[in-house]
Nanobody, 111 residues
Framework: VQLVESGGGLVQPGGSLRLSCAAS????????MSWYRQAPGKERDMVAT????????DYAASVKDRFTISRDNAKKEVYLQMNNLKPEDTAVYYC?????WGKGTLVTVSS
């Protein structure tokens, strides 16, 4: 199983980023997918989860109405559209499926 995140970077407060996670090695369309994040000195927390068919989504309260999770089962990819980013969104963002993790992509929100 491989999960490879991309799309992180430096963005100003109020800006947007779109993270992508490319999955391989398992039946992608059969499993829910999640994004987690870990800020320096803090625990890794769930940001968003999407069901295997994409019909159900769940978000952490801190990102609801700003972030959107989506997936493309044909491409075996999951995405996280992040709008109105805040400095407190600064973290390493991880893609998660089953008991596997990607290596993460760093998002830094700073002016």
């Amino acid at each position: 199983v491989q999960l490879v995140e991309s799309g992180g970077g430096l963005v100003q407060p109020g800006g947007s980023l779109r993270l992508s996670c490319a999955a391989s090695g398992f039946t992608f369309s059969s499993y829910p997918m999640s994004w987690y994040r870990q800020a320096p000195g803090k625990e890794r927390d769930m940001v968003a989860t999407i069901s295997f068919a994409g019909r159900s989504r769940d978000y952490a309260a801190s990102v609801k109405d700003r972030f959107t999770i989506s997936r493309d089962n044909a491409k075996k990819e999951v995405y996280l559209q992040m709008n109105n980013l805040k400095p407190e969104d600064t973290a390493v963002y991880y893609c998660h499926a089953l008991w596997y993790w990607g290596k993460g992509t760093l998002v830094t929100v700073s002016s």
